[in-house]
């Protein structure tokens, strides 16, 4: 009887208009069946993945919980950023930076790109969509992606492929600290910090020595404030340029000739003779170089823009891990207080994928990044994915998006014949609700009468 009534409902699907044009024009949009990939996140991750889909012939959907692409960079960064590795690092595929940009772009310069990316590729982000969650429907044998708008309306897509592209910066990482709710002046995070210009004149304290902290401390200073920095952990502190070339361009050369532990033995000497002993003025080094330290936990060594210089002299000062906070006071683990108007954590970002993702094999829950490290973090079971996530920035990026479009263009091509498309969302239609589908072979068309379930009309791009 199922078999039969499959055949009717193909039948009518390839060559009954008229049926066809009841199924969508009484359809809603709260549950669109996506021919591509939905693609979740439209930061650069996302729109390389939707960048190289698109050359490949491959439409997708990509779903942005905010109003704009790349949120982070433009709703969460401090003005005085740049782009921390030269730009021919930072290129994502496809399409390089403008001749005319400098070596570093700033923010601004690389929005600008960004922005240009996705105009030059067509690629039309649904905002202010946040994913809720997304599972597999093994009985569908589908992706079912549940989102919510900003005015609480729900939407459900289903689809063949998930790409997870939110990243690691999803989420702002706050430290709790005893005493928080006592100390009464400004605590936030670098999320919502833009310039030192509204800190002139106050002491304020920077929680975390990344490149953010040590960048944040030097704008605060040239802004004639007075910074403070916590260093809680040990920290590789290396010039952004040494011999004339970028650091990070230099180490990927010699790594093309030597070993790892060489390349960091000649990095940690350059750096020793042009920054001099870090650990006299309260930074000591890991034990691993820094670019193992960085193969193996994915921990950057931050690159020196000048922060080093006014720690040396004395205008930004090293502290010791926070103890507990009083009214405007803070105390050390070390013993020693001090007073501040104010706290910056520079304490970075995390995955949220394990929020949303119902899943179990790819992505761990304890820190929400692909179980298996890159190369091979970027392929997970039934059609899942992920971009974005390799620990070794927009370059990393770059090679999985690559790799995501080349995979589901494989699949892709298989499925290109309409019929097997129109075959396919019929199969959906059938298993979620066959009584629906029945009802309108018989010519129901009241929309109140179909299950809320079966109102999807079918999305290509």
């Known amino acids: 009887m199922e078999h039969h009534c499959l055949r009717e409902i193909q039948g009518k699907l390839a060559h009954d208009p008229i049926f066809m044009e009841k199924m969508m024009t009484k359809s809603s949009s709260r549950c669109p069946c996506v021919a591509g990939p939905v693609i979740v996140g439209a930061g650069p991750s996302g729109l390389a993945a939707a960048a190289c889909l698109k050359q490949k012939g491959v439409p997708s959907v990509v779903l942005e919980r905010s109003n704009c692409i790349a949120s982070l960079w433009q709703l969460k960064t401090y003005d005085r950023l740049r782009l921390h590795l030269p730009k021919q690092f930072c290129e994502l595929p496809l399409m390089g930076f403008p001749a005319g940009f400098p070596t570093y772009p700033t923010k601004q310069q690389f929005i600008d790109y960004l ?10 982000p649904r905002f202010n969509e946040t994913v809720e969650q997304a599972e597999y429907d093994a009985t569908l044998g589908f992706w079912r992606v549940r989102s919510v708008g900003a005015k609480g309306e729900e939407m459900e897509y289903v689809c063949r492929w998930l790409v997870v592209a939110t990243g690691e910066n999803a989420e702002a990482v706050e430290p709790e600290i005893e005493g928080m709710k006592e100390f009464g002046g400004d605590i936030r995070h670098t999320s919502f910090y833009k310039s030192g210009e509204e800190f002139r004149g106050k002491k304020v304290l920077v929680v975390g020595c990344g490149n953010s902290g040590m960048e944040v401390c030097l704008d605060l200073y040239n802004h004639n404030a007075k910074p403070s920095i916590v260093v809680r952990e040990t920290v590789h502190v290396l010039p952004r340029e040494m011999l004339g070339k970028s650091t990070f361009g230099l180490s990927m050369w010699l790594l093309k000739w030597l070993p790892m532990r060489l390349v960091d033995r000649f990095l940690l000497l350059v750096s020793w003779f042009m ?19 960085k193969n193996r936990s994915g921990k950057t060594p931050v690159l020196d823009v000048g922060t080093l210089a006014k720690i040396k002299s004395g205008d930004i000062k090293v502290c010791s891990a926070i103890k507990h ?7 050390f683990v070390n013993g020693k207080t001090e007073s501040f108007d104010a706290i910056i954590f520079a304490t970075g970002y995390k995955s949220n994928v394990p929020r949303w993702l119902k899943e179990n094999e790819m992505f761990s829950k304890k820190d929400g990044f692909p179980r298996r490290p890159f190369p091979n973090g970027w392929k997970g079971e039934c059609g899942l994915y992920a971009v974005g996530f390799t620990k070794r920035g927009l370059l990393g990026t770059s090679i999985d998006a690559k790799r995501i479009a080349e995979d589901i263009e494989g699949c892709w091509n298989e499925r290109q014949n309409i019929n097997d498309l129109l075959v396919e969302v019929e199969r959906i239609w059938f298993l979620l609700n066959k009584v629906s589908i029945l009802s309108l072979m018989n010519g129901e068309t009241d929309a109140d009468k179909v299950s809320p379930i079966l109102r999807f009309d079918t999305i290509q791009s």
């Open 115 to 124: 922005v240009d990316y996705a105009e030059n590729f067509d690629i039309k």
């Open 325 to 331: 906070l009083k009214r405007h006071v803070v105390e």
């Open 275 to 293: 920054l001099g002993d870090t650990a006299r003025f309260g930074l000591d080094r890991p034990q691993l170089g820094p670019l193992e330290l």
